[in-house]
């Protein structure tokens, strides 16, 4: 691998219907032999994952990094939360039960916990190796098999998981990749072995997933986009909101869902606040991903770097101000001339009903708007068909927890941004989706629960 902006990484053929058809017969053979097998027995076979994925970390994030553009730097972190996502899974694998109900006169039922069969995970492209790690995690868990299509525009690092499920010893099949766009995309959910369907992209995408899946009555998880509120009050740490900010807004070029783009800032620190920011934004050292001192890389292509272009220019019709960034950048390396690169963006004099406020850019732009009063930030911040996440930063705790419990968000921040454990679930409200990853609340969606009644006596007819 070799960084190559601008050019062909590699050329991979889409999946046809007969492609998807083998896949998924191949996943509902080995689903007969992993749902099989004791939770225990899973459990080591995904610790057997995780230890060779983090063995071979500086690898894969190098991979992940010509796939995606993000830094080295970021790329590492990703895939420490992908092998941290399957060891956590593999913990809860040996544990999974249901419960015993004692009823009158002796009689008891209890509940089984079982495997739903072949799931579909749908990835996006700016974590590839990290969410499909995030579905697999608890499907496999639980015992379910996968077929997973990525992004067409990330498709490399994905087959590497698959191939590190099988040196780790799953059947042969249980996870498999799929290749293409929307039409490969389709096949999948229309498909009739397929048990459930787990989303990572945009609401359109995600509204047409949920159409399909309900022809055939299956399960879905969607996380979806967001314009999520980050509020700042004039009593929390500078430092610490600033850096909050920077968190909340530029991790991998911008391309991040649950970005707390809306930054509202209490009037009586926003020229303090605005001008850190702009200092701290100006700093940030673009060019190669692969050098260790980079902490911007290239957006994902030109298209999406023309659409980010198209919402700085007009939000500088509506109004707003450019405080820094938002221009093309182009590195001095000769080899990068091609890449995608922009400055960072942060625009001032922002208004609520602006496009560059309401709408998802998924890129590095950040809007700063002023508030006054607790009352009223919270009102605007709701005031959003997204409800992905939402972060607060201040030193008054109460304050900090009134304010996330009046949130409309389904992960919220309380001084820090953009932290991704794990063991926490994660999704949305509204159009951001529902369903959970991560935590013990994903084991609900890629499992089901039977009930079993017993009758310890004679059954007493009323015919």
Known sequence: FKTCPGRVLCKLPCSGEKEVDLAVQSAKAAFKIWSQMSGMERCRVMLE???????????????????????????????????????YYAGLAGSLAGEHIQLPGGCFGYTRREPLGVCVGIG???????????????????????????????????????????????????????????ATGQFLCHHPDV????????????MKIMEMAAKGIKPVTLE??????????????????????LMANFLTQGEVCCNGTRVFVERKILDTF???????TQKIKIGDPLLEDTRMGALI????????????????????????????????????KNGYYMRPCVLGNCKDDMTCVKEEIFGPVMSILPFDTEEEVLERANATKYGLAGGVFTRDIQKAHRVVAALKAGMCFINNYNASPVELPFGGYKSSGFGRE???????????LKTVCVEMGDVESVF
């Open 301 to 336: 292509n030109r298209p999406h770097l023309n659409r980010v272009q198209g919402f700085i220019k007009q939000a500088k019709e509506q109004g707003a101000e450019v405080l820094c960034g938002g221009d093309l950048y182009v590195p001095d390396d000769p080899k990068l």
């Open 274 to 280: 605005t001008k850190e920011v702009v200092k701290r």
């Open 49 to 87: 994952a995780a230890r060779i994925i983090r063995e071979q970390r500086e690898e894969i994030a190098t991979m992940e990094t010509i796939n995606n553009g993000k830094s080295i730097f970021e790329a590492r972190v990703d895939i420490d939360i992908s092998w941290q996502c399957l060891e």
């Open 124 to 182: 996006a492209w700016n974590y590839p190796f990290q969410i499909a790690c995030w579905k697999a995690g608890p499907a496999l868990a639980c015992g379910n098999a996968m077929v997973f299509k990525p992004s067409p525009f990330t498709p490399v690092s994905v087959v590497r998981l698959a191939e590190i499920f099988t040196e780790a010893g799953v059947p042969k099949g249980l996870f498999n990749v799929v290749q293409g766009g929307a």
């Open 438 to 448: 991560n935590g013990r609340a994903a084991i609900e969606y890629y499992s089901q």
């Open 224 to 245: 979806l986009g967001g314009k999520s509120p980050l509020i700042i009050f004039s009593d929390c740490s500078l430092e610490n909101a600033v850096n909050g900010a």
């Open 195 to 206: 048990a459930k369907i787990s989303f990572t992209g945009s609401v359109p995408t995600g």
